[in-house]
């Protein structure tokens, strides 16, 4: 079998994106059974609960979910386990130093495979008041409507 080139996206955690303000992004490998990977390329897995907690200078990922595999039979893992993840002493040290500061936590982002290997995108977060999440809405809805506009312009143009 050849090897994969390429990032294949398998799971997104959309609901960061809009309950925290993202300060900084990590690409951190993870420590997996092979259960946990052939359930993974089968593109099952949700990020929505989960978390990066350091102990001591590891990093861990919690609440993620990965179904059990279908075709497992008694080795299969557990769909809630924490996992490992792998990344370098400076980029664990950084991170410790920052997510002491109130209101910042580390939640990840994407789950994907590149070139072959499981990585998920973590990020260095703090968390929106409720008025900033009405903002970003409020945003989003702007560049939407003044997107919509600009099409139908241009198709008045045309015809």
């Known amino acids: 079998m ?43 897995a949700s990020l929505v609960d989960g978390f990066v907690q350091l102990d001591g200078h590891e990093a861990w990922l919690h ?10 039979t008694w080795t299969n893992h557990s769909a809630r386990r924490k996992r490992k993840l792998l990344l370098h002493r400076v980029e664990i040290d950084k991170l410790e130093s920052k997510s002491q500061e109130t209101g910042h936590t580390i939640v990840p982002l994407s789950l994907y495979f590149k070139d072959g290997r499981a990585k998920i995108e973590i990020a260095l977060a703090k968390g929106k008041k409720e008025y900033d999440k009405r903002q970003t809405l409020r945003e989003k809805q702007d560049r939407r409507e003044a997107a919509r506009a600009v099409a139908a312009a241009r198709r008045r143009q045309r015809a």
């Open 2 to 44: 050849a090897k994969e080139k390429g990032r294949k996206l398998i799971a997104q955690n959309k609901k960061a994106r809009h309950d925290y303000h993202i300060l900084d992004t990590y690409e951190a490998g993870l420590v997996l059974t092979g259960t946990e990977v052939k359930s993974l390329r089968q593109g099952r």
């Open 63 to 72: 609440n993620v979910h990965v179904p059990e595999y279908s075709q497992g």
